[in-house]
Nanobody, 124 residues
Framework: QVQLVESGGGLVQAGGSLRLSCAASGRSATDYAMGWFRQGPGKEREYVAAIAWTGGLSFYADSVRGRFTISRDTAKSTVYLQLNSLKPEDTAVYYC?????????????????WGQGTQVTVSS
């Protein structure tokens, strides 16, 4: 069993920045790759970024590449998502997920565990 707890969401103006954190716990937490997904109002949950614990190989959705950065601190079993140059369309609940494997474009079916989500709201 893996537990994921997100934090760091909030309200920010367009062009601003936030850093989200996802603390992973459980005996086999670092056996999984980690990903961030988001779900905007009235939309389906979509992939944002993914990273491997070992080596830090990372991938991004086209919509966030160059603006968002995923990273990890293996000593703390924590994954981060730095959100820069935020746009109103980035408004969503952001979810951390433990993925069965690292891959370029995972979908929600590749997630084995989910966090509870953290709200990011970007005002125009």
């Amino acid at each position: 069993q893996v537990q994921l707890v997100e934090s760091g969401g909030g309200l920010v103006q367009a062009g601003g920045s936030l850093r989200l954190s996802c603390a992973a716990s459980g005996r086999s937490a670092t056996d999984y790759a980690m990903g961030w997904f988001r779900q905007g109002p009235g939309k389906e949950r979509e992939y944002v970024a993914a990273i491997a614990w070992t080596g830090g190989l990372s991938f991004y959705a086209d919509s966030v590449r160059g603006r968002f950065t995923i990273s990890r601190d293996t000593a703390k079993s924590t994954v981060y998502l730095q959100l820069n140059s935020l746009k109103p369309e980035d408004t969503a609940v952001y979810y951390c997920a433990a993925l069965s494997r690292i891959q370029r474009f995972p979908n929600t079916g590749d997630a084995e565990y989910w966090g509870q989500g953290t709200q990011v709201t970007v005002s125009s």
